[in-house]
């Protein structure tokens, strides 16, 4: 396979990976896989219709909703009336992504104690039997929360 096919292959798997994962239309989730590996500094609005061959008014929505997510954003070149489409600087991708996964934790961990904390007062054997299970997991939890915390403050420096 020659270096433009596997560009192509990784361009649909990386599509269907960023539709699942971060429930995008396919057209999206294209566009935003081939300026993951595009060679290039951006990509054109031009350069969006010509890779993936959709309507001018499909990639305007979905370049807007990668700006409105804050996936990608967009430059002018000096003297050029073009704009150029990137990922978003400074690792914003990843810390977004982290942050995202932090506050899903953080969210899943206060309604585990509810759960625990109705069972404990309305269904006291279920809450024993699941009670050590619980500290088990959440505990978890938390050291996940720690390291994503700790990863997110390393992307902060690295960039400052």
């Known amino acids: 396979m020659?270096?433009?096919q596997s560009k192509q292959v990784l361009i649909e798997e990386l599509g269907v990976y960023f539709e699942t994962e971060?429930?995008?239309?396919?057209?999206?989730?294209?566009?935003?896989?081939?300026?993951?590996?595009?060679d290039e500094d951006?990509?054109?609005?031009?350069?969006?219709?010509?890779?993936?061959g959709a309507s001018k008014s499909s990639i305007s929505t979905s370049l807007?909703?990668?700006q409105q997510i804050g996936f990608i954003n967009y430059f002018t070149k000096s003297g050029d009336r073009k704009r150029y489409f990137k990922i978003s600087e400074k690792d914003a991708f990843f810390s977004n992504k982290?942050?995202?996964s932090l506050k899903k934790l953080e969210t899943e961990c206060k309604m585990i104690d509810k759960v625990a904390e109705y069972?404990?007062?309305?269904?006291?054997?279920?809450y024993e039997e699941?009670?050590?299970?619980?500290?088990?997991y959440l505990?978890?939890?938390?050291?996940?929360?720690?390291?994503?915390k700790k990863t997110i403050n390393d992307l902060k420096e690295i960039n400052q």
């Open 64 to 66: 807007n909703l990668l």
């Open 130 to 136: 699941n009670k050590e299970k619980k500290e088990i």
């Open 98 to 100: 982290l942050k995202q």
């Open 42 to 52: 951006g990509l054109t609005f031009d350069d969006c219709i010509e890779k993936r």
């Open 139 to 148: 505990n978890c939890l938390e050291e996940t929360k720690k390291i994503f």
């Open 22 to 38: 971060y429930d995008l239309p396919p057209l999206a989730a294209r566009i935003f896989a081939n300026l993951v590996v595009t």
């Open 2 to 4: 020659n270096k433009e």
């Open 119 to 126: 069972n404990k007062e309305h269904n006291i054997t279920k």
